[in-house]
């Protein structure tokens, strides 16, 4: 007998709390809420951990990892969560169903073996301390969080296979809040006790043993503990430990009743909501925890707020001795640990100030481009919004993109004209990271939407007849949140590793802008390992998504030659060629910038082309989609006239 799995076409629906609507609405403001003091707390942990010098141990190298799995766990789970229970449909796509059981085992697995890499960290920290930066040195640090990752993801590619492969033959309802393993091995209509087997052999691996370790561990912590003779020695190295114990308690004791208790005894509804608690309220509570017991953290919290509270007030240039000015200068004595200066006072944005008969012309000049950019995305993004007949992907990913040029060219521009407008050339070390972080992730998330666009295209000419299928609305919202997703990844890996280099007191930015290449030239210790990572970046940011635009129109061109009427084909180059500009302009204009050589363009060579991609091309680029594109033109005329 052969079965069909026709959940593969129609996906799923989650029952979650259908069979209580009353709850729906009340749980929808609890889980927001707790989503958002979720990624507030666990990005503050990150930044922190970041930013501060003091905290760049081994120790909150771990928390950080902790906190970025946090962010994960809860972000595969709560937003689909919030649409079920916002709405009346309570369907999931047999693609998200996979994408969230994968990331759920995934993530749930990896979270068990970093607990133990971090019980391990403390055992060196109290058990051996005279040894810890010997034993802890950063490669090992960065072996076992690797491994931690490898091995979760590991786990997932197992038991997703296996439990994808069985076949359901049943209803499509899992009655749960999520695609889990316990629920989909409900809806199989064969035997599935080999399933639960494994399941159960795997929870025991990733639950039990390194739950073993971590006792082991705390086993010898307390037995270095009670030979400690002071009561404030006793006191404090409890102190490292009591946090890591409480998310230990946590994350492993509603996960241990979840998967290795028997399944008839717990009813449905207990299942849930030990899901329900291990998946949000644990990942919510953990920032909580790590900063109301945690003495480090709060005063690194408190001197990050205080320095960046004072900056406006210490930001004069006199204050500064000259010989810490110099382009060239280097530290003497220790940099590791030594504050930057410039987290203080702020930097100093040289721009064009070496040309000032050029400051006045170039004002006049980006004020103008910037007044036709913000009036002409604004204009996209309200004919897209109030004509009906522009309620299609292609002018949904074209909104999108006017969006981002506007923060794009917001992002530096006003704080551009205000330095070519007068004397004072700074900016604070607040505003240089915010400018550096939107710089980074704006950037990154409009190479990914470009490439997205181009696949748009690619279905619209090659696949014509299954354009609304392949197109529907959920797929088009995804790709976005994948854009938006990575670019924000990109600034949040790039920004804490650039402006935690060590500058020795340098302000001084020979570029108009807080961009990264500039700021990493200031550093005066060795920055090539931030430098690959960046070019790391830049490779699957810029050139892999070029690559997908290039291929998509491999196919484009092809199917276009084989249109016979020439009218077909205009109408067909007619739906790209707009497409291909801007991808011309944008691409062209930042490869050259950031995949050459770092030596190869003068420094006004660079300043002029990251003007070009930052200003020139947001301004362009309505004016292109404008000028090409009939159906814009008649929707404005409409809108217009209606006005």
């Not at 635009?549 to 276009?560: E, H, N, P, T």
Request: hydrophobic share 50%; with cysteine.
């Amino acid at each position: 007998m052969i079965w069909v799995n026709e959940s593969t076409a129609e996906g799923f629906i989650l029952l979650g709390f259908s069979d209580r609507p009353q709850l729906e609405f009340p749980l929808f403001v609890v889980f927001l809420v707790s989503y958002i003091v979720t990624i507030f707390g666990n990005l503050t942990i990150i930044l922190v951990s970041r930013l501060d010098s003091k905290l760049h141990t081994p120790m909150y190298f771990f928390l950080t990892n902790l906190s970025v799995l946090d962010l994960c766990y809860i972000t595969c789970t709560v937003p689909q969560m919030l649409v079920n229970l916002g709405s009346i449909k309570k369907g999931i796509s047999y693609g998200g169903c996979v994408a969230q059981l994968f990331m759920f085992l995934a993530l749930g697995a990896t979270e068990c073996v970093l607990l133990a890499v971090m019980s391990f960290d403390r055992f060196v920290a109290i058990c051996r301390p005279l040894y810890y930066s010997v034993i802890m040195h950063q490669r090992l640090c960065l072996l076992l969080a690797a491994a931690s990752w490898t091995i979760g993801f590991s786990n997932s590619v197992w038991l997703s296979a296996l439990t994808l492969q069985l076949p359901l033959c049943g209803p499509r309802v899992i009655d749960h809040f999520l695609c889990e393993v316990p629920a989909l091995l409900k809806l199989s209509c064969v035997d599935t006790t080999a399933n639960e087997a494994e399941l159960f052999f795997v929870s025991v691996l990733f639950h039990l043993i390194p739950l073993t370790l971590i006792l082991m561990s705390y086993a010898f912590i307390s037995q270095a503990v009670l030979k400690i003779q002071s009561a404030e020695g006793r006191q404090k190295a409890f102190g490292t430990c009591g946090s890591h114990l409480v998310v230990v308690s946590l994350f492993y004791g509603t996960a241990i009743s979840m998967y290795l208790q028997p399944p008839s005894p717990s009813s449905k509804d207990r299942g849930k909501m030990v899901s329900l608690f291990y998946g949000i309220i644990a990942p919510m509570l953990n920032p909580l925890i790590y900063t109301l017991r945690n003495k480090e953290v709060k005063e690194a919290f408190k001197r990050l707020s205080k320095s960046l509270l004072n900056q406006e007030i210490r930001k004069s240039p006199e204050i500064l001795p000259k010989a810490a000015t110099g382009p060239n200068r280097r530290c003497k004595g220790k940099i590791m640990g030594k504050s930057n200066d410039s987290s203080e006072y702020g930097f100093i944005l040289v721009g064009f100030s070496d040309r000032p008969k050029l400051e006045m012309v170039l004002f006049i000049v980006n004020l103008t481009l910037y007044s036709v950019a913000v009036l002409g995305n604004s204009t996209i993004i309200l004919v897209c919004i109030l004509d009906p007949r522009l309620h299609t992907p292609m002018y949904f990913f074209l909104a999108n993109l006017s969006f981002l040029d506007l923060c794009f060219s917001t992002s530096c521009i006003p704080q551009m004209l205000v330095n070519l407008w007068g004397p004072d050339k700074t900016i604070s070390y607040a505003g240089c990271v915010v400018q550096l972080f939107s710089f980074l992730s704006v950037g990154g998330i409009e190479c990914i939407l470009l490439a997205v666009m181009a696949y748009d295209r690619y279905v619209a000419v090659c696949r014509p007849l299954h354009y609304m299928v392949i197109m529907h609305p959920q797929l088009c919202l995804q790709l976005v949140a994948v854009a938006w997703g990575s670019g924000l990844v990109n600034a949040i890996v790039m920004s804490p590793l650039t402006m935690t280099l060590s500058r020795c007191g340098q302000r001084r930015i020979n570029h108009f802008l807080c961009e990264m290449p500039a700021l990493i030239k200031m550093a005066c210790v060795d920055a090539r390992a931030v430098e690959m990572l960046a070019f790391a970046f830049a490779i699957l940011i810029v050139l892999l998504p070029l690559t997908l635009i290039l291929v998509s129109y491999g196919y484009i061109a092809a199917a276009v030659l084989r249109i016979k009427s020439a009218a077909g084909r205009w109408k067909a180059f007619n739906t790209c060629s707009s497409h291909l500009t801007v991808v011309s302009l944008f691409y062209g204009s930042i490869i050259y910038m950031y995949m050459q050589p770092g030596n190869s363009s003068s420094q006004d060579q660079g300043k002029f082309l990251t003007l070009f991609y930052n200003l020139v091309t947001p301004m362009l680029n309505p004016l292109i989609y404008t000028l090409r594109n009939k159906e814009v033109k008649g929707a404005l005329k409409k809108v217009l006239w209606r006005q």
